[in-house]
């Protein structure tokens, strides 16, 4: 399986006919170099909160390439106005795909849709565990630090995305103690350096995670597991 990092959470994964794109926020991210036109054959959307940073550009990526978006079920009943394609889960929920398994997780944060001068009802924020071939990647979404990671250790995670920016998520500190509770064969620092509130030092945070392979990914930069 193929992981590239896009830059913030935007996480893209392929591997054999499945192409997956997690939380698309690809137009307005400083930190990337592609655009929505840039994406083929996504087959696959996850978004695990409706804030604009993550929801992104789900919409016109579905609808340009007739993705399946998966997400929480408020998510997926606001997408589904746009005509696209939706698969509704929750946290703890764990799905069959045609590539794959997929868990929802806890997060703890927001979920606001904004839409013009409205906030839209997100329904609960997760993370997702998505296991293609043996191999697990763990997507952590906008989250604090919860001691429920501490159960993803049993789930033998090979790849752990994690928030360190603070802020809004954990921070290194917090983000270190994440790895300790979950124990992935190799962690990757996510979601900092977007903005200023969220300013981190990734080679920081490697110095300090003692019990798992910190592996820092520079934009459009991509680790083959």
Do not use: Q
Request: net charge negative.
């Amino acid at each position: 399986m193929k992981l590239s990092y896009l830059g913030h959470s935007v996480i893209l994964m392929e591997k054999d006919n499945f192409k997956g794109i997690i939380d698309p926020f690809i137009t307005g991210n400083s930190l990337c170099t592609l655009t929505v036109n840039d994406l083929h054959n996504i087959t696959h959307i996850f978004i695990t909160h409706g804030h604009g940073d993550h929801l992104g550009d789900a919409v016109e990526i579905a609808k340009k390439n007739n993705s399946l978006v998966i997400s929480n079920a408020e998510i997926c009943n606001y997408l589904c106005k746009f005509d696209v394609k939706t698969h509704a889960m929750h946290i703890g929920g764990r799905t069959k795909f045609d590539f794959g398994v997929v868990k929802m997780t806890n997060a703890v944060h927001g979920s606001g849709i904004t839409e013009g001068e409205t906030m839209i009802y997100g329904g609960n924020p997760g993370g997702f565990i998505i296991e293609i071939d043996g191999k697990k990647v763990y997507h952590a979404g906008d989250t604090g630090l919860i001691y429920d990671m501490k159960l993803l250790e049993d789930e033998k995670i090979d790849v752990a995305f994690l928030p360190i920016g603070g802020n809004y998520t954990m921070d290194i500190d917090d983000a270190v103690k994440a790895v300790d509770f979950i124990k992935p064969k190799k962690v990757v620092p996510m979601h900092y350096n977007t903005f200023k509130p969220i300013e981190a030092d990734p080679h920081d945070f490697n110095k300090k995670v003692t019990s798992s392979e910190v592996i820092i990914l520079d934009v459009n930069e991509s680790i083959i597991i």
